[in-house]
């Protein structure tokens, strides 16, 4: 069991930055790959950035390539989402998740979920 919970969500004008973290609990962290999601407003709950068991493996999705940086410390049983160049339609609650299979972009392999965070950017 993992238990995941999120923080550093908030209200940041276009063009800002956020940096998000992801507290597991457990001493099993470094086994799992951790994901990022989002879900705005009616719509489904999208990829965002993933990152391996080790932290050496990173993957993004095209819509924030370039801007978003997914890291862990498995010290600290933690992910980051550090968020720059910030958009309107990066408005959405943003989730962590965990999964004990490899690095995916997929919501159905992960296990494990947080809460979220809500993130919202103004014009």
């Known amino acids: 069991q993992v238990q995941l919970v999120e923080s550093g969500g908030g209200l940041v004008q276009a063009g800002g930055s956020l940096r998000l973290s992801c507290a597991a609990s457990?001493?099993?962290?470094?086994?799992?790959?951790m994901g990022w999601f989002r879900q705005a407003p009616g719509k489904e709950r999208e990829f965002v950035a993933a990152?391996?068991?080790?932290?050496?493996?990173?993957l993004y999705a095209a819509s924030v390539k370039g801007r978003f940086t997914i890291s862990r410390d498995n010290a600290k049983n933690t992910v980051y989402l550090q968020m720059n160049s910030l958009k309107p339609e990066d408005t959405a609650v943003y989730s962590c998740?965990?999964?004990?299979?490899?690095?995916?972009?997929?919501?159905?392999?992960?296990?494990?979920w947080g809460q979220g965070t809500r993130v919202t950017v103004s014009s």
């Open positions: 998740a965990a999964t004990g299979v490899a690095l995916s972009t997929s919501r159905n392999n992960y296990d494990y």
């Open positions: 457990g001493r099993t962290f470094s086994s799992y790959a």
């Open positions: 990152v391996s068991r080790s932290g050496g493996t990173t």
